[in-house]
């Protein structure tokens, strides 16, 4: 059974579905990459993903974020250096 629902993460239309024989719960979005499942019997989080969201205008793909997030360590210690190196 699916059922259409609006992401918790995004607000797009996003599905459940209910995983009867595996007691689960999955709700996924394919807008934002957000996924969740429950255990249905213990109502225990299994799995769950809730990208971030630069800007809510901004509909970049994916593989454009994770450069941008990966330079931000390298960036951080160069201004500490730099702040080390003034005093
Ligand atoms: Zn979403």
Redesign the pocket.
Known sequence: MIESIH??????I?ERHHLSYLAQVKTQ??????LLVICTRSGHVLESYAPGLPSPRANKPVAVSIPHLSQHPNYNSRNRDISVLSH
Do not use: L, M, S
């Open positions: 992401c918790p993460n995004c607000g797009a996003a979005c394919e807008k934002c990459d957000y």
